[in-house]
């Protein structure tokens, strides 16, 4: 079992920056394929970016369109630790993130049902 734990969140100013934090506990997360995905109110979740497994894919990543050149998905596998660096934000940014893994996948998934494990959420809210 993997055990997901966000941080990070807040309330910022259009514009402005944050950067979220993921820890995972309960095994390593090293060869796990790991994500983030967002919901804003009334909305379904959607998925913001994924970063694949070193060992299987090199650790690549993907972005949705709307937050490309904006945001920028890491992992520390020594910390066990995902993160969400988000730059230039925009009020439409606002949503609760939620980190997420699968273990011992070659890719990096774009579909929420990829997903095996998930964290609790952490709240973004971006001021106009």
Known sequence: ?????????????????????????????????????????????????????????????????????RFTISRDNAKNTLYLQMNSLKPEDTAVYYCAAVLLSRTAPMNSYQYDYWGQGTQVTVSS
Do not use: H
């Not at 804003?40 to 993907?62: C, D, H, L, Q």
């Open 1 to 69: 079992q993997v055990q997901l734990v966000e941080s990070g969140g807040g309330l910022v100013q259009a514009g402005g920056s944050l950067r979220l934090s993921c820890a995972a506990s309960g095994r390593t997360v090293s060869n796990a394929a790991m994500g983030w995905f967002r919901q804003a109110p009334g909305k379904e979740r959607e998925f913001v970016a994924a970063i694949a497994a070193i060992s299987w894919s090199g650790g690549n990543t993907v972005y949705a369109d709307s937050v490309k050149g």
